[in-house]
């Protein structure tokens, strides 16, 4: 069966610094897309990167870049020049199949970071 | 940009009532997600609709439970009887085939007393 694990229950960071949000998964197949959300105390998930199992490159959107370690099967989110309003749970989610969104979202536990000024 | 409307944002309602909950995609889509969130659970999906087809509906704890999305503007989640336990943030969620990302809504917060 399909599983996400997030280790870390919280996180600190100083503003500016940049921090790495660890994400393992557990999959026996071959063709599969890997996703981090942001959710700040609002509520609302934001969707902040994705990388398919066979990207060759690390995704990266702005400050967010995800260390894409097949072998090792994982996931993990570095978020650069942290700031204030960084500070949210984070995500990650795996789900079947390569591209697309014809299956569902297995999510973690969550990642719960505060960035400190 | 894709979008999700759901209501109601709030809602609370004693055991045994029944709950209607509301989405309403404002974009295009070919998937529509309902999940729920909880401490104790965290989020988990509920069922999923292609084309307004129920695809997987294996996340739905019980008979309590029912979705319908009866046109590709509009869905429901009943839960008749509610029960405490049921208390959670459910999110609706919409993608498009050919993305990789999918647009959650802002959630409705459900409290059964």
């Known amino acids: 069966a399909q599983k996400i694990t997030q280790t870390q229950p919280g996180m600190f960071v100083q503003e500016k610094e940049a921090v790495t949000l660890d994400c393992t998964y557990d999959t026996s197949d071959q063709s599969y897309g890997l996703f981090w959300y942001k959710q700040p105390s609002s509520g609302e998930m934001i969707f902040l990167i994705y990388q398919g199992s066979y990207d060759e490159q690390n995704a990266t959107e702005g400050r967010y870049s995800l260390n894409f370690q097949k072998a090792r099967k994982s996931a993990n989110l570095v978020i650069s020049a942290s700031q204030l309003g960084d500070s949210a749970m984070y995500f990650c989610?795996?789900?079947?199949?390569?591209?697309?969104?014809?299956?569902?979202?297995?999510f973690g536990t969550g990642t719960l970071l505060a960035v400190q000024p | 940009d894709a979008g999700v409307i759901q209501s109601p944002r709030h809602e609370v309602t004693e055991m045994g009532q029944e709950v209607t909950l509301r989405c309403k995609p404002i974009s295009g889509h070919d998937y529509l997600f309902w999940y729920r969130q909880t401490m104790m659970r965290g989020l988990e999906l509920l069922i999923y609709?292609?084309?307004?087809?129920?695809?997987?509906d294996s996340g739905m704890p019980e008979d309590r439970f029912s979705a319908k999305m009866p046109n590709a503007s509009f869905s429901t989640l009943k839960i008749q009887p509610s029960e405490p336990r049921d208390s959670a943030v459910y999110f609706c969620a919409i993608a498009l085939g050919s993305s990789n990302e999918q647009y959650f809504g802002p959630g409705t917060r459900l409290t059964v007393t």
């Open positions: 609709f292609n084309n307004n087809v129920p695809i997987d």
């Open positions: 989610a795996m789900r079947d199949g390569y591209g697309g969104a014809t299956n569902k979202l297995i």
